[in-house]
C-alpha cells in the first residue's frame, strides 16, 4: 500500500470515471485530464483504466510500503523520490519505505500519480472514480487525508524499464491554450456577432471553476431565448447563461440542463482545458465535427503507442 504522509489540498482516487450511470442522473466523473492519467498508467505497465491520484493545489508526500513502478503526468511539478528527481512521464521504481515529493506544481492545474497494479478502492457503478458532490467512490467518497493508507492492486504485468519514457510529442500541447469546439446543438439561437465573438476572444478561467464546470470570463454572447427545457448535457458543452458568459462543462458536470449549447470542444482538447488554472486564458478555434473525430482518433493512437512502446520495453 502507499500512506499519505503529507496530503495536498486537493487528494483524489480517479481513473476512467463512469461511463454508463448518465441515466441514473450520475455523471460520469473521472480524472479532469483523462490523458494524463491513462498515459502515465501505460508507462507503469498497468491498464489505462486502473486508479490513480489526481493532485493539485500544492505539495505534499507519499511514503511506499512495498515496491513498485510509479510514473507522473498532467501538471509540470518539482518531484522527488527519497531525493532523487523524478521526470514526467517516465518510469520510475520506488522501493519500500521511499518517500515521493512534490515540492510544487510550477504548471498546469492537476498531477496524476500512477502506481503499477492501480489503487484498491471498491468500483461503484463500474469505476473506482471519487464523485464528492454525492460522497461516493474513490476513497471513503472524499479527499485523502494525510494519513491515510491506499491499498494497491497486484501487480498484473511488467512494467516496463527503469526510465522509459513517453515522447513528448505524443503529448497534447498544453501550454497552447488553443482549444478547438465544434457548434453545439442550439447553434441556431445564435447569431454570427455571438460565433465572432467566441472564435475571436481571449477568454480566461474564472476562480470560480471546478469540477463541475470551468466558468469563463470576458465578452458577453448574447442568444435569442435564454434558458430552455433541460436536456441532456455533457463535459465539454460551453453553455452560455443569462449574463452572456460562457461555462464550459467538465468531468463531473451535471447530466441534464437548460442554459443553451453554443459549442462543444473537442474530446481531444478536453485536457488542454482541463490543465488552464484560474486566470489563464484561452481561444476557441471553431472546426467541423469530423476534424474533431479525427483529432480524437489521434489521440488514441498516441495512447496506442505509448503502450506498445512500454510493453516492449517491458520485454527487454
Not at 500512506?3 to 470515471?17: C, K, S
Not at 497534447?172 to 446543438?185: E, I, Q
Not at 458577453?220 to 435564454?226: H, P, T
Not at 430552455?228 to 447530466?255: K, W
Request: with cysteine.
Amino acid at each position: 500500500m502507499i500512506t499519505i504522509t503529507r496530503a495536498p489540498p486537493y487528494l483524489a482516487v480517479q481513473n476512467g470515471g463512469r461511463r454508463r450511470s448518465r441515466n441514473s442522473g450520475v455523471p460520469p466523473g473521472g480524472a479532469r485530464d483523462p490523458f494524463a492519467l491513462e498515459a502515465a498508467n501505460a508507462v507503469v505497465g498497468n491498464s489505462l483504466d486502473a486508479a490513480g491520484l489526481e493532485w493539485a493545489l500544492g505539495g505534499g508526500s507519499v511514503r511506499f510500503e512495498r515496491d513498485c513502478a510509479i510514473a507522473i503526468g498532467g501538471a509540470t511539478a518539482r518531484a522527488t523520490l527519497s531525493g532523487r528527481v523524478v521526470a514526467p512521464c517516465t518510469t520510475t521504481y520506488a522501493r519500500v519505505g521511499d518517500e515521493f515529493s512534490i515540492d510544487q506544481i510550477i504548471t498546469g492545474r492537476f498531477l496524476y500519480l500512477a502506481c503499477n497494479g492501480g489503487i484498491d478502492v471498491p468500483q461503484l457503478l463500474g469505476s473506482r472514480s471519487t464523485y464528492l458532490p454525492g460522497r461516493f467512490g474513490g476513497y471513503q467518497g472524499r479527499l485523502v487525508k494525510s494519513g491515510d493508507a491506499l491499498p494497491l492492486s497486484e501487480q498484473k504485468s511488467e512494467p516496463p524499464a527503469e526510465g522509459f519514457h513517453c515522447a513528448a510529442d505524443l503529448m497534447p500541447r498544453y501550454d497552447s491554450g488553443t482549444v478547438h469546439a465544434t457548434r453545439g446543438t442550439q447553434e441556431e439561437l445564435f447569431d454570427e456577432s455571438a460565433w465572432l465573438t467566441l472564435s475571436e476572444s481571449e477568454y480566461r478561467v474564472s476562480a470560480a471553476s471546478d469540477r463541475t464546470g470551468y466558468k469563463l470570463e470576458g465578452p458577453a454572447l448574447s442568444n435569442r431565448s435564454g434558458t430552455l427545457p433541460s436536456e441532456a448535457g455533457c463535459p465539454g458543452a460551453i453553455q452560455v447563461t443569462g449574463d452572456g458568459l460562457p461555462i464550459a462543462l467538465m468531468a463531473d458536470a451535471p447530466t441534464v440542463g437548460g442554459y443553451p449549447k453554443i459549442a462543444v470542444v473537442s474530446e481531444a482538447d478536453l485536457p488542454i482545458l482541463a490543465q488552464r488554472r484560474p486566470g489563464e486564458t484561452v481561444r476557441f478555434v471553431l472546426i467541423p465535427i469530423d476534424q474533431s473525430q479525427r483529432a480524437l482518433k489521434r489521440r488514441a493512437s498516441d495512447l496506442d503507442a505509448i503502450k506498445l512502446l512500454a510493453t516492449r520495453s517491458a520485454r527487454g
